[in-house]
């Protein structure tokens, strides 16, 4: 018999906001996270907007004498995991070894440590080779990331990386919930980071044209997902954990839940490294695979947390996704993209829209989506642009697309 999956614990580090309820109050306000990059000197790029995480203290989560060796998102990591961990009601530093042995970590990132070995590079060939890693190696492969997780918290369950581009944390989560779900594990913290503000990962989006140039003196304007005037998205960066556990166990221990994972759907068009294709068809099959399993159909879903990168293609053709998998019902249910908010954070998109999610479950209010300011015919779903909704519900949705033709959704069911 399979086991329910429910979410016990949520942790957010987001450019509007340090902390879950940070991140939820500013994301239920519309409060954006996006401006001028600081990280570097961006001055002559012709993309100077970002999500960045300001005043994030990295050394709180890693000592000044390891933070050379590891890159920006083990301590971005740490963070969010650490306060999911907390908000559970489990703390690792009293558990037993065997309690340890049963939790697993799974990390979604689509690159991982990439700053950190671009920093590596610089340092080598601007002739200050002493001022290399000792550990470039093993921080630059992305495998490690989740033992960062683990070994902070002493976890000696399973400890893996699941890279899948913009869908990693969708899949690190779906992953995590086949294994619950299978009676292998009772519980694992998952969830998604990235820290891709660096100036030759930058420059390689640039060559793509595929992040907005328009809005660098109107920072907060510069995600518009669905609207007509999008030109591109905003890079992000950021980290969002969550902890899943056996409905049992949660329920035998007094654990609050967030809600339940009803169900995970994933495809891939196998057509092109970047470029969605037109038709929209596996976007929609990963969104009726999920619903499928959760044992619903459309009308019953009641919110949709949409990929909205704010790119002229994804937006449309996730819209038209929408209404291959929803058919009429597309135009009753409101949906929200996170991104017009923090912009786009990679690997970790699908987690910051799952957390944001459930806490809208939670609160009974639906986030807005930002800068919908000029009416795309193509993009004619409802959005809730600009201001945050009330909305009581029981199914939603949370759905991401990736370079590479990948495509991932989650259910999540409201447990009374």
């Known amino acids: 018999m399979a086991h329910k999956v429910v979410i016990t614990g949520i942790g957010a580090v987001s450019p509007n906001g340090i902390g879950r309820e940070r991140f939820w109050e500013a994301t239920r306000k519309g409060i954006s996270g996006v401006g001028r990059i600081s990280r570097f000197d961006a001055s002559k790029y012709p993309v100077q907007i970002a999500g960045e995480v300001k005043d994030f203290q990295e050394s709180r989560y890693v000592s000044p004498k390891d933070r050379p060796h590891v890159s920006r998102v083990a301590p971005l990591a740490i963070a969010a995991a650490g306060e999911a961990l907390e908000d559970a009601g489990l703390d690792p530093e009293t558990a037993g070894r065997d309690e340890l042995r049963g939790v697993g970590v799974l990390v979604g990132s689509g690159g991982g440590s990439q700053e950190f070995t671009e920093e590596q590079y610089r340092l080598y060939y601007a002739g200050e080779q002493k001022k290399c890693s000792v550990y470039v190696i093993p921080t630059s492969t992305i495998g490690t990331l989740a033992s960062e997780v683990s070994m902070r918290f002493g976890f000696r369950g399973l400890s893996h990386v699941v890279s899948t581009g913009c869908t990693s944390s969708t899949d690190a989560i779906g992953y995590a919930y086949r294994h619950i779900q299978a009676g292998v594990i009772d519980t694992i913290v998952a969830g998604g980071v990235d820290a891709p503000i660096a100036p030759l990962i930058i420059r390689g989006f640039l060559l793509m044209r595929i992040l907005t140039r328009s809005w660098n003196e109107e920072p907060a304007r510069g995600s518009r997902p669905f ?10 960066e950021g980290a969002w954990f969550l902890v899943l556990e056996d409905y049992q166990k949660a329920k035998a221990r007094g654990a609050k839940i967030y809600g339940e994972i009803a169900g995970y759907g994933s495809t891939c068009e196998a057509f092109h490294r970047v470029r969605l294709e037109e038709c929209g068809e596996e976007p929609a099959r990963a969104m009726k695979l ?9 009308g019953d879903v009641d919110y949709v947390n949409y990929h909205g990168t704010s790119t002229e293609l994804n937006d449309r053709i996730e819209t038209r996704a929408m209404k291959i998998a929803f058919g009429k019902h597309a135009y009753k249910v409101p949906g929200s993209s996170l991104k017009s908010l923090i912009g786009h954070p990679q690997g970790a998109c699908g987690a910051a829209g799952l957390a944001a999610t459930l806490l809208a479950m939670r609160d009974g209010v639906a986030p807005p989506t930002l800068n919908v300011d000029v009416p795309d015919p193509e993009c004619d779903l409802d959005y809730i642009p600009h201001r945050a909704r009330k909305l009581s519900i029981e199914h939603a949705v949370a759905n991401c697309i990736a370079f590479g033709s ?11």
């Open 227 to 236: 609207s007509r005037d999008r030109d591109g998205f905003v890079i992000g």
């Open 406 to 416: 990948k495509n991932s959704a989650l259910v999540v069911r409201r447990l009374n």
């Open 290 to 298: 999920a619903m499928k399993e959760a044992g619903i159909g459309p």
